[in-house]
């Protein structure tokens, strides 16, 4: 009997941790709504979320990314494209637990009339090509016309939304794209991306740089705080790139040794919920006994944390995140403070 409790308690925890994925995921359909469209260089996106990207899939898969051609231009969304690297990213990434390679590929290619009608496009005409391959456990033929519908999905209960690829779906045809798969069982998969270029809409220079430099950044100090060192090195290298003064720490005896030891101020404090040693909250309540007007962000993964009914007393942003979600959270926090102390 004891058995069984503990059973249902972890399926209701499975069921909670699933719904927050999939909020989160309807959110970024609902988010795509507000968002404009602009002439982005392709390879620029992936480029800036290429150490996210390590970080997050971990030290046994390597990522490698190659660019035959830069620029790309395509008119698109920066966090649409994100959302659609992440996901294609993340499903490479589950399907090598063993390890493996993940191949980021871009280059430009001419699609004819053939291809047009095959690929379910407009028009033909140059087109940028992304191509992220793995060689994990590829997809299994009778799944293989229902990866891309919602709510599909092989993984365990707790693990898998199924909107991943629906998401990309979506975004990928709204910008007038489209995406197809290549596997073999056993041996990997090849998701292609294709987009139109927007080079045929003569895309003027202002423009295209509005969207290269469109993640917000700033001048204030922020100490990060995170044990895994993977996701440590992207989010402080996101940061920095974006004009914020970092400080590092691994855990919470090192981030207020840190904090003891700086002498300038630190106007937020970014830390991971669940550490080895002191928790993300326990971390920020000594930290705020010295610098009551700082603010903080936590960072937390949703399945693997220990307690989900327990949610941090503040900001929460949600691994995996994408370098807009976090250039744009640290922003509005920061902001918020200043608004307060006028
Ligand atoms: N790179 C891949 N290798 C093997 N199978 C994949 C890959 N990408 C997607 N799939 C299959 O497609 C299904 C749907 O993917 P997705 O929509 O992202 O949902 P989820 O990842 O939540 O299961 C996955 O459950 C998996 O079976
Ligand atoms: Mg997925």
């Known amino acids: 009997p004891g058995d069984q409790n503990r059973r249902e308690l972890l399926e209701i925890r499975a069921a909670g941790e699933r719904a927050t994925g999939l909020t989160r995921q309807l959110l970024a359909f609902a988010r795509k709504q507000v968002l404009s469209p602009t002439v982005l260089d392709l390879c620029e996106v992936v480029r800036v979320m290429e150490g996210m990207l390590r970080g997050l899939i971990g030290e046994h898969i390597e990522l490698r990314f190659r660019s035959e051609k830069e620029p790309l231009w395509v008119r698109a969304d920066r966090s649409q494209l994100e959302q659609v690297m992440l996901n ?105 991306v294709v987009l139109p270029m927007a080079e045929g809409q003569a895309p003027r220079v202002e423009e295209a740089q509005v969207g290269a430099i469109d993640l917000p950044g700033g001048a204030e100090t922020i100490l990060v705080v995170e044990d895994d060192a993977g996701v440590r090195r992207a989010v402080v290298k996101t940061l920095a790139q974006l004009g914020y003064t970092i400080l590092e720490a691994a855990d919470g005896d090192a981030a207020l040794r840190v904090a003891i030891t700086h002498t300038g101020p630190i106007h937020l404090l970014l830390t991971d919920v669940v550490m080895p040693g002191q928790s993300g909250p326990e971390l920020a309540k000594r930290f705020f006994a010295d610098r009551p007007s700082a603010s903080v962000i936590y960072m937390s993964g949703y399945s693997a944390e220990a307690d989900t009914t327990k949610s941090p007393p503040g900001p929460l942003l949600q691994k995996p995140f994408s370098p807009h979600e976090l250039a744009e959270r640290v922003r509005s926090v920061l902001d918020g403070v200043a608004r307060r102390l006028l």
């Open 88 to 192: 294609l990213v993340l499903n490479a990434r589950d399907a090598m637990p063993r390890g493996g390679v993940v191949d980021i590929n871009l280059c430009d290619i001419e699609i004819d009339e053939a291809q047009t009608s095959r690929l379910e496009l407009a028009r033909p005409g140059a087109y940028a090509r992304l191509v992220v391959t793995d060689n994990g456990s590829g997809i299994d033929p009778q799944d293989r016309p229902h990866i891309f519908e919602p709510f599909f999905t092989t993984k365990g209960i707790g693990s898998g939304t199924g909107l991943g690829l629906a998401t990309v779906y979506g975004i990928v045809r709204q910008s007038g794209g489209s995406v197809t798969v290549e596997s073999t069982p056993g041996e990997g998969s090849s998701f292609v």
